[in-house]
């Protein structure tokens, strides 16, 4: 942790060999990509539309920070040395909470109010379909 807050192992120029963490950095990446996969062919199942538009949220966040990390691995594996810095990463990283912090406003303030809302107009289409 002690690590991670000195401003000198951000902006310094990483080794030209790829380092452990760059190797676990590269397959959690990888891995995001595979859960966003995952959460695409599950969303094909999900019949509430309120549920399946949050749960999308996540299917995004995913498939565009694990893209774009993949990206960023590939540039590190090249060694390319304005683009393969750790303060990318940092940036990665940051847009990436900031993005959960957006999905959580959205969980707390609106989700509630359009899951009633779908809810409500589902029961009153159950019932002015019947009447026909």
Known sequence: MKLLLDPIFWLSQPPSTLTRA??????????????????????????????????????????????????????RYENTPIFACRYWMGIILLIAIIWKIFILKYLIFNFPAEVKDYNHEQIKNKYINSKR
């Open 22 to 75: 760059d190797i676990f950095l590269g397959y959690f990446f990888l891995a995001l990509v595979g859960v966003s996969i995952i959460i695409w062919i599950w969303t094909r199942f999900i019949r509430h539309s309120v549920w399946k538009k949050f749960i999308k949220q996540f299917e995004y966040l995913y498939l565009t920070i694990g893209l774009i990390g993949l990206l960023w691995f590939g540039i």
